[in-house]
Structures are given as structure tokens and as C-alpha cells.
């Protein structure tokens, strides 16, 4: 089955530490994005990728840092930099950079103690 | 304010109700307009994909796109209980690094 897997799917960490979000595509796409989902916002974009080696930052990129050295795999690390990381991470993919369908994982859960 | 404006509700109706989805925007420049269906604890999935304006129909659901307002919807006719999820509204004016999301509706299709 072709898609995207996002893990862990639930994370916990403590303050000052910093973390890796799995996100793995076998779709065959070129671009791949990081969203992140808080309640009563939109999706905001944090990073995307074109193509292996290549990454741009989105909106919201300050504490987050990513790498593209496969085309199948996009890590985010959630640095301590990020001063409110407790959020719901999604990972996208999709064909090329023109608008058309994003297909998204399902989600990882990083929660702050 | 912002980009794109979705009411969260949530929103709760009975089996077999018309449901109409709606968000506002003020970028005139967006022309790529995208509804997205999310499950409790999952990712987005697209419902439907509509460029500049006017309506599109498949199955039970249909987009309509109103530049003029700067307004889009999407209705649910017949609703069913396995409906009942969150609908983020999106739209983009050129290619996917752009596209700006509403907040989502949370909708409620009660048997």
C-alpha cells in the first residue's frame, strides 16, 4: 500500500530535550512538507522540500530543522529552541510544487511535560 | 485578520440533513480552493479540488467557489453518521508551498 508513515505517533519529552518526527513516503513524490495542527488554527507550514538536498523554510520554521538526504524520508527535529513545541505534526507529500493534492500521514502527537 | 476564516462550530445534525460547509478569505489572489475531510486522530484527506470559480459535484458532496465574495462552501446532502469528522477548508494562489488553511469544522452526524 502506497502512503506516507509518520512516526512515533505519540511522543513525550522533556523540556530542553530535543526530538525526531519520522515521516517516510512511498508514493514517488517529489515534494514533501511539515505542517503543524493546533486547536482552533489552521495548518501552518513549518518546512518543504522539492527535491533530495533542497528544503525551504515555511512559516513557522524558528526552533524546527529538517534534512532531505532521501527522496522517501523527511525528519523534523523539534529543537529546544521552540518555546511552545506541544502540538500535532502532520507530514505531507505530494507529485510537485503546483498545487495539487496533498497526501498527509497520520500524524505524530509531541507533548511538552 | 486572517487569511482564510472557518467557523469551528461544532456543528451537529441528524441523519440524512443537507450540511453546508463554508470559510471565508480576503486574498484575492487565491485561485486553487480545496476542501479536506480529518478523522479523530488522523491526517487530512481531500474531498474535493475546485480552480477559480464555479461549482463541482461528486456523489452526495459539491464545491462551489464565489471569487466576487471571496467565498467558498461545500455541502453534504444526504449526510451519514461515518461523515461526522473535521473539514478544513484551503486554498492556495499558485502551488502548494502557499496554501493557507481555515481552523476546521468540526461536524457531528447523529444516527
Known amino acids: 500500500d502506497g502512503g506516507i508513515t509518520q512516526s512515533p505517533k505519540y511522543l513525550f519529552r522533556k523540556e530542553g530535550q530535543n526530538v525526531t518526527l519520522s515521516c517516510e513516503q512511498n508514493?514517488?513524490?517529489?515534494?514533501m512538507y511539515w505542517y503543524r495542527q493546533d486547536p482552533g488554527q489552521g495548518l501552518r507550514l513549518i518546512y518543504y522540500?522539492?527535491?533530495?538536498?533542497?528544503?525551504q523554510k515555511g512559516d513557522i520554521a524558528e526552533g524546527y530543522s529538517v534534512s532531505r538526504e532521501k527522496k522517501e524520508s523527511f525528519p523534523l527535529t523539534v529543537t529546544s529552541a521552540q518555546k511552545n513545541p506541544t502540538a500535532f505534526y502532520l507530514c505531507?507529500?505530494?507529485?510537485?510544487?503546483?498545487?495539487?493534492?496533498?497526501?498527509f500521514g497520520e500524524g505524530s502527537r509531541l507533548t511538552v511535560l | 485578520q486572517k487569511e482564510v476564516e472557518q467557523d469551528p462550530g461544532p456543528l451537529s445534525v441528524p441523519e440524512g440533513a443537507i450540511v453546508s460547509l463554508n470559510c471565508t478569505y480576503s486574498?484575492?489572489?487565491?485561485?486553487?480552493f480545496m476542501w479536506y475531510r480529518q478523522y479523530s486522530r488522523k491526517g487530512p484527506e481531500l474531498l474535493m479540488y475546485t480552480y477559480s470559480s464555479g461549482n463541482k459535484e461528486d456523489g452526495r458532496f459539491t464545491a462551489q467557489v464565489d471569487k466576487s465574495s471571496k467565498y467558498i462552501s461545500l455541502f453534504i446532502r444526504d449526510s451519514q453518521p461515518s461523515d461526522s469528522a473535521t473539514y478544513l477548508c484551503?486554498?492556495?494562489?499558485?502551488?502548494?508551498?502557499?496554501?493557507?488553511f481555515g481552523a476546521g469544522t468540526r461536524l457531528t452526524v447523529k444516527p
Open positions: 505531507a507529500s505530494s507529485a510537485g510544487g503546483d498545487t495539487g493534492e496533498l497526501f
Open positions: 484551503a486554498m492556495s494562489p499558485y502551488n502548494n508551498n502557499d496554501m493557507r
Open positions: 508514493l514517488n513524490h517529489d515534494a
Open positions: 486574498n484575492s489572489a487565491f485561485q486553487y
Open positions: 522540500s522539492q527535491i533530495v538536498n533542497d528544503f
